[in-house]
């Protein structure tokens, strides 16, 4: 068996394998649950729950690295995953679909998420660290990628089948079928392609157990412990939470009717919109918003960044109002909210890492990352039931008003003027 492979024969599949799955449970279920008539408040509660794997991921993590090896979790989530797509598929058009449709998406979420931990894991294990630094840029584009081609490409082409066939549940159920084949590709191909690295082994049960819930307790105390703990915390969950709210609603906005205060697209047009033009949007908004605070440093940064982030948000609220039928001016506000929320999240992403520096700085990031999953997760449980309360219109006003929490949490922290800043 090979212990080293090119970096090219796998890590391009890996991440393309590591996105798609997340992209199913977060978006492509939004879409395919309100083309099959589910209620708005239905599906952003249902869907909302969806993130709870990656809320809990750092206690699940310890197992991950105390049973079997990473690419044995890499390759075992991946065929669980493609065989949790053939479930969604198989059953679409079953009784109970909206029950067994969520079955098989949590255990898709629960498997990626792992699939996230084991991957990452492997990407240190297989590498050397100058080849760690040498194809990061490599794993985030084939991530991008992979959102590109789960956001919009394959609810371009549900849509397209939803013309074709004039079926909505059998056009999904096509689309989902052909996700799990590809799924079930990846799991052959890395069973092949994957290298065996020496490092990556199965940690000694006995002393490997004590020790890694002895770290456990410790990493969490020293993370709660840290400087202003609660202003980080409060960062964390409020930042986003305008974008909490809009994310959930943005693309069922875009399918409602215009009698119900949408816009009335088909699938195919929001494939389009959201996963294409706004994918791109957020793409550039992240590389200028890296850019920016490389050569000044976060602080420098920080406020414009909060209003980017916040101020692009009206473009939801001019679009419910003016309700415009052309998809080249829907497309453009899309783009623009886009790329200030791509621009403004490198605030947020910035000061995980400012904030999980230290001893235990890996374990505290995680921790960061299952707050940033909470802060996404609770109020978009909500934004259905207060969407079909206020109607698109007043919502959108709601989660304009919501920005002050942003500038709020913003205002609480306290950040090193070097920090991130070109040496």
Not at 7 to 33: G, K, N
Not at 228 to 234: E, P, S
Not at 350 to 372: D, P
Request: hydrophobic share 55%.
């Amino acid at each position: 068996m090979k212990t080293y492979r090119n970096p090219w024969a796998w890590i391009p599949t890996l991440y393309f394998a590591e996105a798609l799955p997340y992209v199913a449970v977060m978006t492509i279920s939004v879409v395919m649950y309100k083309r099959l008539g589910i209620s708005n408040a239905d599906i952003a509660l249902y869907t909302s729950w969806l993130y709870l794997p990656w809320v809990i991921k750092p206690f699940w993590s310890p197992v991950v690295d105390l049973m079997r090896t990473k690419r044995w979790w890499v390759v075992t989530m991946e065929l669980i995953v493609g065989a949790s797509l053939a479930g969604v598929a198989f059953s679409i058009p079953a009784p109970h679909a909206l029950q067994w449709t969520l079955a098989f998406f949590w255990l898709m979420a629960f498997s990626s998420a792992t699939h996230d931990i084991a991957a990452d894991g492997f990407y240190m294990l297989a590498l050397t660290p100058h080849e760690q630094s040498m194809y990061v840029g490599i794993r985030s584009t084939f991530y991008r990628i992979a959102t590109i081609a789960g956001q919009g490409l394959l609810i371009m082409l549900a849509g397209r089948l939803e013309h074709l066939t004039g079926d909505i549940p059998r056009a999904w159920t096509l689309t989902f079928a052909l996700l799990a084949a590809l799924f079930f590709l990846f799991f052959a191909y890395h069973v092949l392609r994957l290298p065996r690295p020496s490092a990556d082994r199965t940690a000694s049960t006995g002393e490997g157990l004590h020790g890694i819930l002895r770290g456990f307790g410790t990493t969490f105390v020293t993370f709660f412990s840290k400087e202003r703990a609660w202003a980080a915390i409060l960062f964390m969950l409020l930042y986003r939470l305008p974008e909490a709210q809009l994310a959930k609603m943005a693309n069922l906005f875009l399918i409602d009717s215009v009698e119900a205060g949408g816009l009335g697209l088909d699938t195919e047009s929001v494939g389009f919109v959201q996963g294409t033009v706004g994918i791109i949007g957020l793409t550039l908004g992240g590389i200028v918003g890296g850019v920016a605070a490389a050569r000044h440093g976060l602080r420098r940064w920080l406020w414009p960044m909060v209003w980017a982030i916040s101020l692009p948000d009206v473009v939801y609220v001019y679009l419910s109002y003016a309700q415009p039928s052309s998809l080249w001016v829907v497309s453009s506000c899309v783009f623009v909210e886009q790329l200030g929320y791509g621009f403004g999240f490198t605030a947020y992403m910035l000061y995980l890492i400012y904030y999980s520096r230290g001893a235990s700085q890996t374990a505290h990031y995680a921790i960061c990352t299952a707050f940033m999953a909470l802060g996404m997760m609770l109020p978009g449980m909500a934004a259905g039931v207060l969407q079909e309360w206020m109607g698109y219109r007043a919502f959108f006003l709601w989660v304009t008003a919501c920005c002050l929490a942003t500038f709020g949490a913003a205002a609480l922290l306290r950040i090193d003027p070097s920090f991130g800043k070109k040496g």
